[in-house]
T-cell receptor, first 114, second 114 residues
Framework: AQTVTQSQPEMSVQEAETVTLSCTYD???????LFWYKQPPSRQMILVIR??????QNATENRFSVNFQKAAKSFSLKISDSQLGDTAMYFC???????????FGAGTTVTVRA | GAVVSQHPSRVICKSGTSVKIECRSL??????MFWYRQFPKQSLMLMAT?????????EQGVEKDKFLINHASLTLSTLTVTSAHPEDSSFYIC??????????FGSGTRLTVV
């Protein structure tokens, strides 16, 4: 079974600043997918960014970028120019190729201060 | 974009009764859907994988007779909580796999058993 660890239960950041969320995972697989999901107070799960393990280049999506370190099994998320609307719980998730089941970390609550 | 509609958003039921939650993919066909349970400020726990036209696959520790899943069409999966008790009170979320390892989540159902 895959384990996804998010060691930061809560993070606070000033508007317009940058915050980095950590995520590590444990797997013996070589091919897999990693995701960051956002769950705002509405509780709707929203995909933030996704990374295929076979790609060395780190994924970016506007103000969101990841630092994927395959050997270290680390997948951190950087939120740049934080906005009030970024306030949410962020979940890191892992999926084995061809398995289709997501394993979620415990989540990190991010609060953006005005 | 892909949309998954989940109903009801909130339901209160009496202990001992059954409650049905629907999850519909509105603009795509979903061979596979997933049901999660989430406690306040905690992660999503996968309960079962729902496959169109076949029996659901339940995760370890999830009572299949308690949580009945039906996936009778390519756009609809239902979760029925049978003989509900207060400990079944939780937030239930469905998601649909839309191909290429993409997932769309429903907006969730808050179940309260009194």
């Amino acid at each position: 079974a895959q384990t996804v660890t998010q060691s930061q239960p809560e993070m606070s950041v000033q508007e317009a600043e940058t915050v980095t969320l950590s995520c590590t995972y444990d797997t013996s697989e070589n091919n897999y997918y990693l995701f960051w999901y956002k769950q705002p107070p509405s509780r709707q799960m929203i995909l933030v960014i996704r990374q295929e393990a076979y790609k060395q280049q780190n994924a970016t999506e506007n103000r969101f970028s990841v630092n994927f370190q395959k050997a270290a099994k680390s997948f951190s998320l950087k939120i740049s120019d934080s906005q009030l609307g970024d306030t949410a719980m962020y979940f890191c998730a892992f999926m084995k190729q061809n398995d289709y089941k997501l394993s979620f970390g415990a989540g990190t609550t991010v609060t953006v201060r005005a | 974009g892909a949309v998954v509609s989940q109903h009801p958003s909130r339901v209160i039921c009496k202990s001992g009764t059954s409650v049905k939650i629907e999850c519909r993919s509105l603009d795509f066909q979903a061979t596979t859907m997933f049901w999660y349970r989430q406690f306040p400020k905690q992660s999503l726990m996968l309960m079962a994988t729902s496959n169109e036209g076949s029996k659901a696959t339940y995760e370890q520790g999830v009572e299949k007779d308690k949580f009945l899943i039906n996936h009778a069409s390519l756009t609809l999966s239902t979760l029925t909580v049978t003989s509900a008790h207060p400990e079944d009170s939780s937030f239930y979320i469905c998601s649909a796999e839309q191909g290429n390892y993409g997932y769309t989540f429903g907006s969730g159902t808050r179940l309260t058993v009194v």
